[in-house]
């Protein structure tokens, strides 16, 4: 989408974000301290994607990351509804796969209500694959989780110029 910036998150995003999150229920719903918190945490990727519809950078969407050695977990992605299907969700995955590749994850995984049918589409055309079912994950209502995995490879290597 042009004029789209994928950046990482700054403390005053949090009411942006916290917003696009109440906007979405399907997203896993937080405090504002709780970003604040995994934005210290060692290992914490989060980032968030800028639309610029009228020349004033406005946060439309964000994808929380945390990671442990090889594998990274993605625990919360959200983009504001008049701004889906415009490429924000994937443009967030791919930026952060690259942070988080440079860093030593090699398995990132994430946990989905089987009735998110957005998100389980959204997660599909992005390569995760079911790894299996946790039974009765979800309360409120009740509810399985699917847990899905995606391998993160190395970024292509640039062409190499042809030697003449
Ligand atoms: C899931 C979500 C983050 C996707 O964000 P998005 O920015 O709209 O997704 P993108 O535009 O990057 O979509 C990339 C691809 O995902 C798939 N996809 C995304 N939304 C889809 C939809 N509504 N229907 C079918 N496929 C969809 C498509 O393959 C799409 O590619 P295409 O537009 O070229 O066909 C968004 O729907 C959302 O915020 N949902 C509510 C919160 C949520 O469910 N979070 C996840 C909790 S586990």
Not at 59 to 77: D, H, K, P, S, Y
Not at 124 to 136: H, I, K, M, Q, V
Request: aromatic fraction near 8%.
């Amino acid at each position: 989408m042009p004029g789209m910036r994928i950046r990482p998150f700054a403390d005053n995003d949090v009411a942006a974000i916290h917003t696009i999150q109440q906007q979405c229920p399907q997203a896993a719903q937080w405090k504002p301290q709780d970003y604040l918190e995994l934005a210290r945490e060692p290992g914490s990727v989060i980032l968030v994607a800028e639309v610029d519809p009228s020349g004033a950078p406005e946060v439309a969407g964000f994808a929380a990351f945390l990671q442990v050695l090889e594998e990274a977990e993605l625990r919360n992605l959200a983009v504001y509804p008049s701004h889906q299907r415009k490429g924000l969700a994937r443009a967030l995955l791919e930026s952060a796969i690259l942070r988080l590749h440079e860093s030593g994850a090699r398995t990132l995984y994430l946990e989905v209500r089987p009735s998110n049918r957005l998100a389980l589409a959204f997660y599909a055309s992005a390569g995760f694959r079911l790894d299996y079912t946790r039974p009765n994950y979800y309360h409120n209502p009740s509810e399985d989780a699917l847990v899905m995995a995606l391998e993160i490879l190395p970024p292509p290597h640039p062409k190499r110029r042809q030697e003449s």
